[in-house]
């Protein structure tokens, strides 16, 4: 080896000599930068890609893909353990995609909360008792009280359903070109034979699709991650039924969110809408006190 490199040292004092540059040295195949890989370069990943490609036209296609805005009102269940003493609280729910929503809570009679009046300023005339904003990553809760910022193992919360939300899946998993799919198969989720499709990024993080075979309407997400704390691993899944044709777009009007096998949520929609004109004072909020902090007599 020392007499070779050698050689070239003096093969480029040659060159130098002559006022040439030397040619440029060939690189073996071997050795050549890898090519980038397709990660959906295959037979399985093409087979989910069409899937998931279907249930984006059954949904409604591009106007699917390209609403600026929904509203649903209808009446939600809080439930523990899959049970609840509540007959329903009214709610009104704003979601601007792709990181803006506002959630109104019309009544509170069966929560056992003061009622306040919170003017909601451009959207409805009439009052609700709370409301909930996110703003990009930013959480508030208004009630009679004020406004304060939202919990923080709340706003985790929320932000980690969001990312693992159907809106996002259909509109931003699939078209990150680092995001590996996997086709796999056909199987039976909530009484209805559904095709499974796993998305995951380059984050290792991934969200499991269950698209119904007849319909190829989503059935269900499903998504796990570990708790920081006490590094159990927890799932979460949302599931979605009784779909009806809203301008142009099949909307589930019945939701249904499980935290580790148990219902923690269902909401029941009677209307909803799409592309409103929303103020964008809608989305906004400013901190007016501290829950934390006693309040003045």
Known sequence: MKYFALFLLLSHLAYAQAGEQPPPREVPPSAAAPATVNLNDSENARKARAVLDQTIESLGGQPYLDYENRMEEGRYYPLYHGRTESTGIPYRYYVEYPDKDRFEVLKLKDIHIIPGAIDIGGIKSNKVDVVLIHNGDKGYETTYKGTAAQDKIELQN????RQHSIEWIFRKWIRDPNVALFYNGVKVVNGKEAEGVTLLNSQNDSVDVYLDVNSHYPIKISYSWRDPKDKQKNVEEEA???YKLV??????HSITRYFNGETSQQRFISTASYNLNLPDSA???SVTYDPLVPMKK
């Open 240 to 242: 979605y039924d009784s």
């Open 283 to 285: 989305f906004e909020a």
């Open 158 to 161: 929320y932000l980690r359903r």
């Open 247 to 252: 301008e142009g777009i099949w909307t589930p």
